[in-house]
């Protein structure tokens, strides 16, 4: 008994060391976002401000286009999102359910795709999105991601839907559905948890990328990722500015991972016991 208290109480202290070295850069960045700058640039450090302020949030979001990032960030996610979903998930379906030769080194060289270091590929999409005249427009960062998020939806999901039994669509096919009514009415309610695994890593993705970003944009568009380094200058660094801005970045991604965490749970487990 006294050896198992001994090992709960290590664990539980390990455990708190654990909580808490993780948590502390979520805790400093809340902090300095309502911190004066005469706290921001104190030393030794105020870990506990007693005065605090949101004019950086109002400096950061309307005044140095936080706003505007969070926003341009939010339609290019959601749009490439949507758009490696439409297209994803016809493709796994085809490759997990219908007889295609060479079909692992097929999904292994898809997967492969998504490896491509990004600086490889990063000249020749400027110049194409340059002569399609696409720089500094949604389009060309929703392109650019759905080439490089979609190999990665399909591997995932066909990998789900060759879990399930093959019994459930070869009895629709029997009754005389086709292949598009099969995808719609039976196999897509069967894999919403892993459209919800899919659209959250497609979308996270997408709202944390910043090589293409800062690339093919110019001041139409200023993606949440570019706003933030923009804020950093020759002479000074906005930190209360970049931390609330910071913040208010991480809202979207927060409320979709809660949205979808009932269906999220379900689909990283999917699989994972065969009968």
């Given at each position: ?30 902090t ?15 870990y ?41 998930i016809?493709a796994?379906?085809?490759?997990a ?11 292994s060289?898809?997967?492969s ?5 990004p600086?490889?590929?990063?000249i ?29 939806a ?53 709202w ?40 208010v ?27």
């Amino acid at each position: 008994m006294k050896s198992s208290t001994v090992v709960n109480v290590v664990t539980y202290i390990v455990a708190a060391i654990a909580v808490i070295v993780f948590a502390f850069p979520f805790y400093w960045l809340i902090t300095t976002s309502i911190k004066f700058d005469i706290d921001i640039y104190h030393y030794p450090p105020v870990y506990v401000p007693f005065k605090f302020t949101l004019h950086n949030y109002w400096t950061g979001l309307f005044d140095l286009w936080g706003l505007q990032g969070i926003r341009d960030s939010f339609i290019i996610s959601a749009m490439n999102t949507l758009l490696v979903l439409a297209l994803s998930i016809p493709a796994a379906y085809a490759l997990a359910l219908m007889p295609v030769r060479g079909k692992s080194f097929l999904l292994s060289w898809i997967l492969s795709q998504r490896m491509l270091p990004p600086i490889a590929v990063a000249i020749p999409f400027f110049l194409v999105w340059k002569w399609l005249g696409w720089l500094d427009t949604y389009q060309a960062l929703v392109f650019t991601y759905t080439i490089f998020n979609l190999p990665f939806a399909i591997w995932l999901l066909a990998g789900y839907i060759e879990e399930l039994p093959r019994e459930i669509y070869e009895a629709a096919l029997v009754d005389g559905a086709s292949h598009l009514g099969v995808l719609r009415s039976v196999l897509l309610p069967l894999i919403k948890p892993s459209i919800a695994v899919t659209s959250l890593f497609t979308f996270i993705f997408s709202w944390n990328e910043f090589l293409f970003a800062v690339i093919f944009t110019r001041e139409k568009i200023r993606p949440f990722t570019v706003v933030i380094p923009s804020l950093i200058g020759g002479h000074v660094i906005l930190w209360g500015a970049i931390c609330a801005v910071t913040l208010v970045g991480l809202i979207p991604e927060i409320v979709m991972v809660l949205l979808l965490q009932k269906h999220i749970v379900r689909g990283l487990t999917l699989g994972a016991i065969k009968g």
